[in-house]
Nanobody, 126 residues
Framework: QVQLVESGGGLVQAGGSLRLSCVASGLTFSTYSMGWFRQAPGQEREFVAAISWYDSRTVYSDSVKDRFTTFRDNAKNMVYLEMNTLRPEDTAVYYC???????????????????WGQGTQVTVSS
């Protein structure tokens, strides 16, 4: 049974930083690309960042580029999202997800992810 469990969310002031973690079990982690998505109240779930299993290349949405960094540790079955210079508009539930795709374009689409975590809340106050 595949499980993805996020942690590290919380309340932070604008301009602050948080690091989200996601631990995976029940799958061969090194052969899955990992993505981060977020969903604010009343809005669709949107892509944030992803890291390919094939070559560890990363891709980011324009709204978080240069502020967020994702990286993985295959030995620990973990993926991280380092979030800096947080803004109130970053407030959302953040989800990690696993995909067996590795092409950058494929990793942008949530329908290409077969496994999802339960999410962790990030709240950025102004």
């Amino acid at each position: 049974q595949v499980q993805l469990v996020e942690s590290g969310g919380g309340l932070v002031q604008a301009g602050g930083s948080l690091r989200l973690s996601c631990v995976a079990s029940g799958l061969t982690f090194s052969t899955y690309s990992m993505g981060w998505f977020r969903q604010a109240p009343g809005q669709e779930r949107e892509f944030v960042a992803a890291i390919s299993w094939y070559d560890s290349r990363t891709v980011y949405s324009d709204s978080v580029k240069d502020r967020f960094t994702t990286f993985r540790d295959n030995a620990k079955n973990m993926v991280y999202l380092e979030m800096n210079t947080l803004r109130p508009e970053d407030t959302a539930v953040y989800y990690c997800a696993a995909s067996n795709r590795f092409v950058e374009g494929s990793l942008l689409r949530r329908t290409n992810y077969g496994y999802w975590g339960q999410g962790t809340q990030v709240t950025v106050s102004s």
